[in-house]
């Protein structure tokens, strides 16, 4: 009976969804986290009666067919990339982008990955690296004996030392974009890198050329809606209950049918 195999893959695009949501929830917290959304299609329908097939000897047609559904499965897990809360907390290093684009980070191996998580620190050698060490494009050193250090929304690095009255600028920080910013291959830890899917990266100035604006001394915040997410969460628990009562509905018809005499 297909009606079982049916019911199966809807519970089983249920349970895709429910681990979606509690991604979005256990990551509700996590510096520019972008919300996960999972998408659904038909599968193939079995045609028992093509639209359009001839009805009679009269060459009659018929305006509907037979096409029997064969059940859903996972079409893919798009990202919401709307813009998070940015929340101030005064710490020079921690940079938060108002709009499109990502930090560059390079990898050990000299691979570029980007990011939106903006909370950076200072290696003793005055690089600025990520939480997991991962230094930030640009070849950006910070000398030891900076008293203050200010970062524009442009991006501009200037530095304040105790004998210079005027500031020192050290440098700029880009941002990067990509033509399908979904296209990104996740790679955990708020890193993304490049795919066939997103396209080549494009660097620019902040605040320049559809590039956002950087902050200092703030972070992005998760865009992840905790009441939506718990009302997704109801729906796949409800869709996941009926799809189980078609599959018991289902058995029960085996089993009067078996019990035929």
């Known amino acids: 009976m297909k009606a079982l195999s049916i019911a199966a893959t809807g519970m089983d695009a249920q349970q895709t969804r429910v681990a979606v949501i509690s991604n979005n929830l256990a990551n509700m917290n996590t510096t520019a986290y972008a919300t996960r959304r999972a998408e659904f299609t038909d599968l193939i329908y079995q045609v028992n009666k093509p639209s359009g097939a001839s009805a009679a000897a009269d060459g009659s047609v018929v305006p509907e067919g037979v096409h029997l559904g064969l059940g859903v499965r996972t079409a893919a897990v798009s990202m919401d990339l709307s813009q998070g809360t940015l929340i101030q907390t ?5 940079l938060a982008i108002e709009g499109q684009g990502y930090f560059e980070l390079l990898l050990p191996d000299g691979r570029s990955v980007y990011s939106r998580a903006g909370a950076f620190k200072r290696t003793g050698e005055g690089q600025i690296v990520n939480a997991d060490g991962l230094q930030l494009a640009g070849n950006l050193t910070i000398p030891q004996n900076v008293q203050t250090l200010t970062i524009n929304s442009q991006g501009e690095v200037v530095a304040q030392f105790a004998d210079q009255p005027q500031g020192q600028l050290l440098g700029a920080l880009n941002l990067v974009t990509f033509a399908n910013n979904k ?3 996740p790679l955990g830890s708020g890193l993304f890198q490049e795919s066939p899917a997103s396209g080549a990266p ?3 100035q902040p605040g320049l050329q559809g590039f956002g604006t950087l902050r ?3 972070l992005e915040e998760s865009n992840v809606d905790v009441v939506s997410q718990i009302a997704e969460l109801i729906e796949a628990q409800r869709g996941y209950e009926l799809n189980s ?3 018991t509905a289902a058995d029960q018809m085996l089993g009067a049918a078996t019990n035929i005499r």
């Open 216 to 218: 200092q001394g703030y």
């Open 183 to 185: 296209g990104l291959e």
């Open 202 to 204: 494009n660097i620019g």
């Open 90 to 94: 005064s710490n020079d290093l921690d």
């Open 245 to 247: 009562k078609v599959m």
